[in-house]
């Protein structure tokens, strides 16, 4: 059964920085595209950052330059440093990952980012 765990979610001010991580289980990590999405309350889920298995990234423009998304293969996470955090970051962060022998999609149940102005 695959398991994505993330935590590193909670209350900061406005500027401070946060770490998010996933912890995945029950799948190839090493095969699997990784992602984040958010979604802030009255809001559609968006994306924000993905990691292929070859590490090639890519962003959503509100969060380039400040978001760097990582992959470590052998504890089988993924990581979300966020700098200069936003009051509009404010929202649920979701892992995904992508199996690319099944063509499955994962989600974990998500973390709760809060910043204040």
């Known amino acids: 059964q695959v398991q994505l765990v993330e935590s590193g979610g909670g209350l900061v001010q406005a500027g401070a920085s946060l770490r998010l991580a996933c912890a995945a289980s029950?799948?190839?990590?090493?095969?699997?595209?990784m992602a984040w999405y958010r979604q802030a309350p009255g809001n559609q889920r968006e994306f924000v950052a993905r990691?292929?298995?070859?590490?090639?990234?890519n962003y959503a423009e509100s969060v380039k330059g400040r978001f760097t998304i990582s992959r470590d293969n052998a504890k089988k996470t993924v990581y979300l440093q966020m700098n200069s955090l936003k009051p509009e970051d404010t929202s649920v962060y979701s892992c995904?990952?992508?199996?690319?022998?099944?063509?499955?999609?994962?989600w974990g149940q998500g973390t709760q980012v809060t910043v204040s102005s």
């Open positions: 995904n990952a992508y199996a690319s022998l099944t063509y499955d999609h994962y």
């Open positions: 029950g799948i190839m990590f090493r095969l699997a595209d």
């Open positions: 990691i292929t298995t070859t590490s090639i990234t």
